[in-house]
């Protein structure tokens, strides 16, 4: 059903038209109501309109490539809403869903050009609603993207925990058993094979005892710092991993639920289909 002027004159999209031009406009811009819960339209919908919010609240909400849906906006009053489709005149990036009783304004692309012929300056209008929505999308994307374990540990390493984890990697490499074996293997020669004068660490070799355990001690200590980092690098992976085993779920619900969609619509088709050749051969039963 059409508007009045008054109700445009409160939108800031039309605050620079006069009252002849709203009243003119008004006659061409039709109104609709959608109830809570109800659906304007969904992703992939094709759409020529424009949409502005008169009261109520409109979510704006789309299915990630895993099936979680994402609320991209929630449309309160004088927000605008599906001009993307309406300029580029593909399908709807988007679904639109009532959170509850709305009323809004239908501008299709007639109507907008016909408002910016008389109004060039109220494109900007509609430019920075675009841009808003754009920044929103931005900053969703920032913000869902999916975790890397090993990136978001090694962002809160100390310089402690750095160093830990190197001698614990070091200790257990190949490189540092042969330093030890040819350490030990100086060591006892030192001490057994040269002149008793000379032996610094005499058999039973106290000295090296003590310096090995010392070793073992402080080694222990640093490799029982790296498994706790790894037993918190395993505790963010399974949370990561439950994550992505909850948006496999979600995408296969979606899948069920845009199966369901088509096959609706599906049945809707046929059940006009079998009307329409119903009328004609009644209609062709009555002229033969």
């Not at 289909?273 to 002229?287: F, Y």
């Amino acid at each position: 059903m059409p508007c009045n002027a008054q109700e445009l004159a409160a939108i800031k999209l039309f605050e620079l038209l006069d009252e002849d031009e709203l009243n003119e406009l008004a006659r061409s811009i039709d109104t609709t109501v959608l109830m809570a819960g109800e659906t304007l339209f969904n992703a992939g919908d094709f759409g020529e309109s424009l949409y502005i919010v008169d009261s109520g609240e409109v979510e704006l909400s789309i299915r990630d490539t895993v099936g979680q849906k994402i609320i991209l906006k929630v449309a309160a009053e004088d927000d605008i809403f599906g001009e993307i489709s309406m300029l580029d005149n593909r399908p709807r990036s988007a679904t639109a869903t009532a959170l509850t009783d709305a009323q809004l304004f239908v501008l299709d692309r007639d109507d907008l050009l016909l408002l910016f012929q008389k109004k060039p300056d109220a494109g900007l209008n509609m430019l920075a609603a675009m841009s808003t929505m754009l920044r929103d999308a931005d900053d969703l994307l920032r913000t869902r993207v999916s975790r890397n374990v090993n990136e978001e540990l090694e962002e809160k390493l100390s310089p402690i925990q750095r160093v830990a984890d190197w001698i614990a990697w070091f200790s257990g490499s190949m490189l540092f058993m042969m330093i030890h074996a040819i350490w030990f293997l100086l060591w006892i020669a030192l001490n057994t094979l040269t002149p008793p004068a000379s032996q610094f660490d005499p058999f039973p070799f106290g000295f090296l005892t003590l310096v090995v355990s010392l070793e073992a001690i402080f080694l222990s200590c640093i490799v029982l710092i790296s498994q706790n980092r790894q037993v918190e690098k395993d505790r963010l992976r399974s949370d990561i991993e439950y994550e992505v085993n909850i948006k496999a779920e979600l995408e296969i619900a979606h899948l069920h639920e845009k199966t369901d969609h088509i096959h609706e619509e599906m049945l809707a088709k046929f059940s006009g289909l079998e009307k329409l050749l119903k009328n004609e051969r009644a209609t062709t039963e009555i002229r033969s």
